[in-house]
């Protein structure tokens, strides 16, 4: 990816949110990795896998949050982005259920409080003998940047239409 939190943010907004950050001093490097960090003196420095290295006071590394569905193929579940299950958190084997940071639920892989909350209430229901769908009420993100708060609400996967950015600075 080119840019800051790109299954979250639409382009312009990662943008804006890049610039707030870089003003207070932060610097980005994607497509890069590093391959070691190690301390100098007061500070860091970052051997990167392509070569060359970086030095500053504080290193911070967001990877993001990724569904480790390694044990879920080996046991033969169909994967997407996470366990793939339908609206009832039914994975592809029967009797096996999946919710929470793994679960791909038609498409959507939500790694928050809310959507688990939701979805643990509905298998409730369906493994105590009432079958339930899970269903999500908007669930807006905030992204808690002082220098660029954002707020979004992601629409679901494979939704048509096109991101309305409405920016106030940062631009």
């Known amino acids: 990816f080119d840019h800051c939190m790109p299954a979250l943010l639409p382009e312009p907004a990662a943008r804006a949110v890049e ?7 932060a610097a980005f490097h994607f497509g890069t990795k590093a391959a070691a960090v190690t301390r100098c003196g007061d500070g860091f420095t970052v051997n990167l896998e392509g070569g ?9 590394s967001a990877v993001g949050l990724r569904a480790h569905t390694a044990l879920a193929e080996q046991a033969g579940l169909a994967v997407g982005q996470g366990i793939t299950v339908n609206r009832y ?18 498409g959507h892989l939500l790694m928050y409080v809310e959507p ?21 009420r908007a669930m807006p993100v905030t992204v808690k940047t002082p220098a660029c708060p ?5 629409p679901p996967a494979g939704a048509a239409g096109a991101w309305d950015v409405q920016a106030r600075g940062n631009d």
């Not at 610039?19 to 001093?25: F, M, N, Q, S």
């Not at 958190?89 to 038609?106: H, I, M, N, P």
């Not at 688990?116 to 999500?136: D, F, I, M």
Request: glycine share 8%; proline share 2%.
């Open 19 to 25: 610039r707030a950050l870089i003003d207070k001093g």
């Open 52 to 60: 060359g290295t970086l030095e500053g006071d504080l290193v911070v």
């Open 89 to 106: 958190l039914e994975t592809s084997a029967k009797d096996v259920y999946a919710l929470g940071d793994c679960a791909d639920v038609e």
């Open 116 to 136: 688990l909350l939701q979805s643990a209430r509905a298998l409730a229901k369906t493994l105590t003998g009432e079958r339930a769908a899970v269903t999500y």
């Open 150 to 154: 954002v707020v979004v609400a992601p």
